[in-house]
């Protein structure tokens, strides 16, 4: 993996799940600051090199105004799309409001802005079913980049991540990810795992350490829109119950699950970045620990 080296960093988000894993793959050799509101982020994942900052990104003139980072990563908003309908208001506090402030402290700075989009821009909804508030907020937030970039001259990158697994990973309660969860069930003995209806929804399991691959590929080569970061496997869930070895115990749908949705990496894949953990391989060694 190519490297980013003495560069000054901010990772929003960076105590969360992505963004802990990029911190601690950066701070060896650049200075690294997360700023982080602890909705979803953990001080169990700090590393030891990296400076936290406290506080919502709203206020990042004032919380990081003394640093002149080179780069930002911003990684840390509301992301989860059907729990986004019972918290609108958190989902416009979080992710609409304070994206002004992340502009307008980039342009100021002159550091290159990476956000991560939301690959939901790319799903095959339901016809009565077409956007989560998620899902609107995010795909908002892209156009509003791509418009200011082109009025004030911002250099930028807008990455999407398809469904995220590994170390880090929240197991329980609405920030939960699926492969947690499930992990977490079949290590308390359960023999059957929860899918929503109707069960061959595909997903597109992506390991952390190839979304940081992707991410930095994309910090020192990428520019605009488009940036997909996503395994090329697609896995259905009921495909993925069965790697557990388990039965899947279907559940009512829920509004804004999505049926798929479209694979784009094209971009990142020019940039000589490729996925390299595969999601069988990982849950193999993992049911193959956790028996021993």
């Known amino acids: 993996m190519e490297m980013l080296q003495n560069k000054v960093i901010i990772v929003i988000g960076g105590a969360g799940f992505v963004g802990s894993h990029l911190c601690e793959f950066l701070q060896t050799h650049n200075k690294v600051i997360s700023l982080d509101n602890y909705l979803s982020g ?18 990042i003139a004032e919380l990081a105004g003394e640093l002149s980072p080179d780069i930002i990563f911003h990684l840390g908003e509301y992301s989860r799309v059907e729990s986004s309908f019972d918290d609108y208001d958190l989902v416009v ?3 609409l ?25 790319f799903a ?69 795992l929860p899918v929503v209806s109707p069960g061959t929804q595909v997903r597109n399991f992506t390991h952390y350490s190839d979304i940081v691959s992707g991410l ?6 990428g520019s605009g829109d488009g940036f997909g970061i996503g395994n ?22 829920r509004r804004g699950n999505r ?22 391989d990982h849950l193999s060694s993992f049911i193959s620990n956790t028996s021993k």
């Open 42 to 59: 953990n001080k169990d994942n700090h590393a030891s090199e990296v400076t936290y900052i406290e506080g919502s990104s709203l206020n």
């Open 93 to 95: 506090q979080n992710n």
């Open 97 to 121: 409001v304070p994206f002004s402030a992340v502009l307008n402290f980039a342009k100021e700075k002159c550091a290159k802005l990476i956000y991560s989009g939301s690959s939901t821009k």
């Open 124 to 192: 095959n909804y339901d016809i009565d079913d077409v956007q989560s508030p998620y899902a609107w907020v995010k795909a908002k937030n892209t156009e509003h980049l791509i418009n200011y970039a082109s009025w004030f001259s911002l250099e930028y990158a807008i990455v999407y991540f398809y469904n995220v697994y590994g170390g880090n990973e929240i197991a329980i309660g609405p920030f939960s990810t699926v492969i947690a969860k499930f992990k977490r069930l079949f290590l308390e003995g359960k023999k059957s």
């Open 216 to 221: 930095i590929a994309v910090a020192l080569k």
């Open 232 to 253: 090329d496997r697609s896995v259905s869930m009921l495909e993925l119950v069965d790697q557990f070895g388990c039965s899947p115990e279907l559940v009512p749908s």
């Open 259 to 280: 049926e798929s949705a479209k694979l784009v990496t094209s971009a990142t894949q020019a940039l000589g970045w490729s996925p390299k953990v595969d999601l069988e």
